[in-house]
């Protein structure tokens, strides 16, 4: 979107015959681009320990039992969420207990967070994504879209995005 609103300015401002006018089609592409975003549906913290997960409502909800602010806020923002992190309707379909979290997906099905392996072992059978800090076992693998230590030791920070057709793909926000 910037590029082409970028492209489209610099058309109309440098130009100064009629073709000046096609830098119009540009800057209108950048517009549209613009004006529907792609937001992932989850965002999942550098150390696995907290997530954002947009529930079955289309707003994210916060999940972790100590989350950062600044993440959280930082989320919410990227989200055009005016809420603030501490507001408590960001946990409202959030559960938690020592074990770790659940939420709902915006398509019914449900994440997970998990903190110990009994909670890992059950959230593997009844989630379709688990995250934990933990190394997940090769069975976990097969029953659920998992992100384990390894995974997070490799990528950092994390967004998942969920398409219309349940494939979830998977943005580092940063490299290793």
Known sequence: ??????????????????????????????????????????????????AAVRGTDGRLGLIGTRFSGFAASSWLAADGDLRAARDK????????DKAGCTAPLPDGRMFALSWTYAALREDCSR????????????????TAYVIDADDLVKTGAIALTIGKDGVISLEAARGT
Request: aromatic letters at 8%.
């Open 1 to 50: 979107a910037a590029l082409c609103l970028a492209l489209g300015f610099i058309l109309l401002s440098l130009l100064t015959t009629r073709l000046r006018w096609l830098g119009l089609v540009p800057f209108a592409a950048g517009i549209l681009i613009a004006s529907f975003p792609q937001r992932p549906d989850i965002y999942i913290d550098a150390n696995g320990r907290d």
């Open 127 to 142: 989630a379709a994504i688990v995250v934990t800090r933990l190394i997940a076992p090769p069975s976990c693998h097969a």
């Open 89 to 96: 309707s960001t946990t409202e379909y959030v559960r938690c």
